[in-house]
């Protein structure tokens, strides 16, 4: 009995805290200034929303394929996604669609190379 | 347990909505694209939220779709908006 109880609370807790994850990342887009600001928002689901989920249907039924497969899901993901955010970063930073303002440190502008946003003069 | 099924079905349903939001009103191509992850990531959780909650791993496999196809509809906008064509 106490094994059934003990999973069911894991469960919840997984299940909150990627539901959490999901909640934060959209009230972080709505709030957040400019593309590159959003993409922190973007990326947490991706990756700790999954390994949450995939660890929680691990737990609900442990068969040998299951894991194989969720061990897929989460190696693929944790693979690509920083692939795309870090081509969504340069595509936002070439196309100067953040604001210099807020912008505390500029490590691409100074050094000499193509990445350079078009407008910036400096 | 019906308490967890609410809590998490509102969080996903205000994040998949908030996300909607910035879809539509997203000024730059890029934020569309950025909301578009967050709404399948939102989907994928729901949908692996589901499949934990009711214990059966039917759609496990949709999950690894939509992990790729988040991947791939982002990296082709992300070369399509990056002006020079960097190969």
């Known amino acids: ?31 957040f200034p400019d593309v590159l600001s959003r993409l922190h928002a973007a990326t947490k ?24 497969l969720a061990l897929a899901i989460v190696f693929f993901q944790s693979l690509t996604a920083p692939i795309a955010a870090h081509m969504l970063g340069r595509a936002a930073f070439r196309t100067d669609h953040f604001r210099r303002d807020i912008l505390v440190v500029d490590e691409v502008s100074s050094r000499p190379g193509p990445s350079r946003p078009h407008s910036a003069k400096n | 347990m019906t308490v967890v099924i609410v809590i998490a079905g509102v969080l996903f349903g205000v994040g998949a909505v908030a996300a909607l939001w910035r879809i539509i009103r997203g000024p730059s191509a890029l934020d569309r694209i950025i909301a578009s992850d967050v709404l399948i990531a939102t989907a994928m959780c729901a949908i692996g939220a589901q499949m934990a909650i009711s214990g059966h791993t039917d759609n496990l496999p949709v ?23 960097d190969t």
């Open chain 1, 1 to 31: 009995m106490t094994d059934d109880v003990v999973r069911d609370v894991f469960t919840a807790g997984l299940v909150l805290l990627s539901a959490f994850l999901c909640f934060a990342a959209g009230v972080g887009l709505i709030r």
């Open chain 2, 63 to 85: 999950l690894l779709v939509l992990a790729l196809f988040t991947v791939v509809g982002s990296v082709s906008v992300a070369r399509f908006i990056s002006t020079r064509d």
């Open chain 1, 45 to 68: 689901p991706q990756i700790l929303g999954l390994i949450a989920i995939v660890v929680d249907v691990a737990v609900a039924n442990p068969s040998a394929a299951t894991i194989t």
